[in-house]
Every structure is written in C-alpha cells, then in structure tokens.
C-alpha cells in the first residue's frame, strides 16, 4: 500500500502535504516508549498521541506516516515538526480498532474467511 | 535529635511536616527580657518559668539569647549581675514563623542547639520552638487528622433510612494500589440494587473519573457517595491545590499531567469533560490554595431534561 | 465472535476465564493503551485489546463494563493484575501479537474481510 491509500481509500484527511511512497507495514500504539522501541521501519503509525513527541519517536523508529485516531486536528508544532522530518499526518474519525483492521487489508494481511 | 528522615519517613508524616508551619507547633508565649536585665533575674526567671533559654529584646526584636549553660558559667565565674547584654549569644539562629516544620526539623539536625527563637517578618519576637514541641506538634496534628478522619468513618455507622446507601472513601495522592477501589465498591453497589448497566457504567465512570483525579492531581481528599431508588450522587473534595483556570479545566484535552502520570495510561485530559458528559447534573467549584469540590449525579430513573 | 474464537485469533493464552466464558458474545473491540480514553467508551460489554499491564487496566475495564481484556506484545502481567481480573470476574487473555496484529486479526474474524 502507499501513504495515498490512506487518503484515498481510508477516507482519512491530511493535516500536512505529503510525499507519495510506500508502506511496508503498520503500528498501533498509545505509548511513545513503545513506538520508539518496536515501531518497524517504512510503516504508518496508528495512535491517539497527536503531539510534538510523536513526531520524534516515528521519526527514530523508521515511521513514515502517522494516523491520529479519532481526531480531527493535530497542534501546529507537531504539524511543523512532521513536514520538517518528511513524515506524513492523517486524521481519522475511525478509532484504532477499525484503522488496524483497514490498514491490514490494504496491505493485503490475513487469508480468506473459511467456509 | 529528632528521629524522623524526610528520605524514609511515610508519605503521611512528610506531608504533615511540610504542611505545618513553625508557628503551628512553637511555644507562643514566651518569657523574653530586655538587654540590661541581670542574669540573676534571668536566672530566677528561667527557674520560675521552667525554661531552658531565655531570649534578650530590644524595643521588641530579637537581640540575643541567654541559655543555662550561659547562667552556670556567669555562676562559676562569678559575674551573674551583670546585664544580659554583655554576655548574650549574638550569632543566633532563627527560625520564621511561616516556615513549615521541616525547616526547623532540618536546623535541629543542623545545629545541635536545643531550641530556636522564632521571628515574624518584621524580625519581631513571636516565640520560641524545642525539638520537644516539634514531636508534641506532629502528634497533636496527627491526632486530630485521625479524630476527623474516624469521625468522617463514623457517618457509615448512622442509621440510614431504608433504601439509601452513604459510603465516604478516604483517597491519598499518588496511591496507585488503591486507586479505582471506591469506583469499583460503587459500581458493585449499584449492580446489587439492579441497576442497568448502562447507568451503572455512567455512575462507574463519573466515579472513577473524580477518583483518578484525587489520586493524580489532588493532595488527597474524599469520595462521597448517595444512592437512592432516584440517583447516585458522586462527590470528590480534596484539600487542595485548587484548580486556578476552571473554564481551561474543563476544556477537552487540557492536562497538567506529569509524564509520569502520562505512562500510567492516565492524563489525557478527557476527565473533568467526561464526567461532566456521563452526568446528568454537574458542578465544579475550586479555589486555589483551598481545594476543589466536585458534584456529579447521574439518575437512576428517568427525569425530563435527561440525555439519552 | 466468542471466547474461544478470540483466543484463536490472538494466539493468545487464558490468564483467567470468567464465569461468562463459555456463553459471552464479543461484538465490540477497543483498541486503546489510554485508559482515560477507554472511560469515554459508550458500547457495553466491549473487548479491550492493550498493552498496558497495570492494574489500572482492570479497573477501567471494570468501570467501562467490558467483559475481557487482551494484553498484547507478550507483556506477563503482574500477579496483581490477575488477581484484580479475577476478584473482578474479568477475563484475561494474553498475547504474544502486537497491537496492530491482534486488532486486524480480531477484526477479520468479527468483521469480515473489509
């Protein structure tokens, strides 16, 4: 998948402009430790922490696209901080359940239900 | 020698000795003498008075102190009718009288004198402190925190008119072990009266809210609850430190948490707002410097004006 | 879904079954490491994926009404917690999975492929 899919097939809005490129894999998580620690690289980052910091830890761990769940809006110097880094910014209404579950499909994880 | 360590006393007594002010625990009136007086005088006067020191004035400030030991040598060497003046300790350590108590427990460490003068802002002599009075002041303090506290414990034992229930939980900062427990008790009790569910998650969630908040921002404080057939009414009221922007306060994802509190999962400013939302009557009141007093009730049965 | 299926589909391993293990039906997930997230829930009965071991991930999910807790990214949880789950009747799975695999594969099996 591509960070454009995020836009384009998420429905998710983009709070700065972003580079095209793509996507190895995801992450979810609410803890910034964990995310410096554990985070793969080339992947989008699925949270709730719409700061500063956040910016930071995916910037260390390889991140190259970061989705605010359930939000809308994300403050200025974390926006500002993310351009300068090159890594992009989404807001979505869906929550990180349901995001986990879409990202997964439009990397093409898990098999067919059985039958 | 005072046998308490700030580094390895409980976290009740630390909080006692920074709350208490020297001028809480000293001896107020105190037996002071002007300079030119005779230290025979003084002496007769620390025997008639029981005491061990005797500070010297001038025009009401502090000028010096005479000590016993100060007597036995003047005894020795034969000069007790001379005034104070001449042989007072000048170099003196003082204490102020809106210092807290760990200031005078620190300068006891410090010094090895046995007592301390202690002044007002305006250098004037307002009394004097003995690590005695600094043990006596603690348990004194300590007495009546406990007496309130079981007082406060007594109101469960009142009889209450059938069909209510009154609980009041005590809530310490920083108590990580027993955080969540009033909230967790409250919810059990509406479960028991058959509440439904989704009542007894607003009650829960109001409840744990304030709780979490006593815990992480409060200097400790009370969890009150009142149910009846009607409603469940949540009270949270700490002593301090007061919320100074209450509209902020109020203001989704506001939070003055710490890191710390921020690893624990807490922190994110939702709970002021969203206990106010789960709520179906809400009140905030605070002063800084006092503390804050918070109402939150949800209805048990139906009444016009109630969200869905 | 129920107990067992999400079991299966976090590879996961019962910490503690409560007493509605065998007839619990899990319509909704929540995925959060914010507890005071969690308290704006407004489902009933949810599941709560996380991994966050402290107690106080037990007495949210209490306060929220869920019927489980997933701890995910092979964290051993405290034997507080456990014990908490069970004085609460919680049930308590673990899972070696992070948070992003645990929640699709959940997410796949309650509600299809997308």
Redesign the interface.
Known sequence: MTIADLEHRLGCTPLVPYVEATLAG??????L??VMA?APEDSVL?T??GHKNTVACASLAGVKAIVLA?QREAPDDMLAAATAEGIAVFASSM????L??????LLG??V??RF | MIPIDPNASPSALLELIYRLKVKDIMTGQVKSVEKDTSLREIQRIMRENKVSGVPIVEDGRLVGMISVDDIIRALDQGYIDSPAVVHMSRKLVVLEDDMPVSFAISSFEKYQYGRFPVINRARELVGIVTSRDVTSGLLLEMNRSLEEMERVLNLQASPEPIGQVKRVFLVQQFDYENAGRASTELKKILQDRGVDRALQRKAAVASYELEMNLVNHSLGGRLIFHIDDEKATIEAVDQGPGIPDLAKAMTEGFSTANDWIR?LGFG?GMGLPNTKRVSDEFDLQSTVGKGTQVRAVVHLKPQPGDKP | MTFDQVLEAVSGEPAYRSSRWATQTVDH??????MS?VLVTDHDEILL?T??PSDQVARTADMVGACGVVLV?GKPPQPSLVELCTHLDLTLILSPL????A??????RL????
């Open positions: 995801a992450y979810t998580s609410d803890m430790s964990d554990h699925i709730l922490q359930g929550r990180q359940f349901e986990s579950w879409r990202v997964a499909a994880l898990g067919p239900p | 690893s994110a | 997930v929540v995925t959060c490491d914010l997230d994926v991994s966050l990214n992070g948070s992003f695999e929640s699709w594969r959940l997410g796949q509600l299809g492929r997308v």
